[in-house]
């Protein structure tokens, strides 16, 4: 998706387009935000932003390169996951209320990338809306094209 939205004039990607954080900009940086938030619970090494809206990087090459920083540390932090690691719970205080909650790790786990596919499928909307085509996204069928 990161190079589709390249190919947009960054007018176009911060456009409001109507979606939950606006624009294709908007949700690309709520992705960012929340899975390092997710990251920082999964490593106790909290990850603080004044709200979830919150735009980490207004350039979209520093989005890019910082996107692909927290996927190589999504990455590594799934490679280093035990069956005994995601039996266990993980207690962490969600940022839109104050109270401590407590859930098997490979429940927060499944989070993380459902959010994920979640927005994902926003941006898809977006992104065409803008009159570019994202491709098959399909899952089964991803891996049979060339």
Request: charged share 20%; glycine share 6%; aromatic share 12%.
């Given at each position: 998706?990161?190079?589709?939205?390249?190919?947009?004039?960054?007018?176009?990607?911060?456009?409001?387009?109507?979606?939950?954080?606006?624009?294709?900009?908007?949700?690309?940086?709520?992705?960012?935000?929340?899975?390092?938030?997710?990251?920082?619970?999964?490593?106790?090494?909290?990850?603080?932003?004044?709200?979830?809206?919150?735009?980490?990087?207004?350039?979209?090459?520093?989005?890019?390169?910082?996107?692909?920083?927290?996927?190589?540390?999504?990455?590594?932090?799934?490679?280093?996951?035990?069956?005994?690691?995601?039996?266990?719970?993980?207690?962490?205080?969600?940022?839109?209320?104050?109270?401590?909650?407590?859930?098997?790790?490979?429940?927060?786990?499944?989070?993380?990338?459902?959010?994920?596919?979640?927005?994902?499928?926003?941006?898809?909307?977006?992104?065409?809306?803008?009159?570019?085509?994202?491709?098959?996204?399909?899952l089964g069928a991803m891996?049979?094209?060339?």
């Amino acid at each position: 998706m990161f190079a589709i939205c390249a190919q947009m004039s960054d007018e176009e990607r911060k456009l409001d387009r109507g979606a939950p954080f606006k624009s294709i900009s908007g949700t690309l940086n709520h992705l960012l935000v929340t899975d390092r938030m997710w990251l920082g619970r999964f490593y106790a090494d909290p990850f603080v932003v004044p709200s979830l809206d919150y735009e980490l990087y207004a350039d979209f090459e520093e989005l890019q390169r910082e996107r692909e920083i927290t996927d190589e540390a999504i990455f590594n932090w799934v490679n280093s996951l035990s069956d005994e690691a995601l039996s266990g719970d993980l207690t962490f205080t969600r940022f839109s209320s104050p109270a401590e909650y407590t859930l098997p790790l490979w429940v927060c786990a499944l989070h993380l990338f459902n959010h994920q596919t979640h927005h994902r499928g926003q941006l898809t909307t977006l992104i065409e809306q803008a009159g570019y085509d994202c491709g098959v996204t399909d899952l089964g069928a991803m891996p049979l094209q060339s």
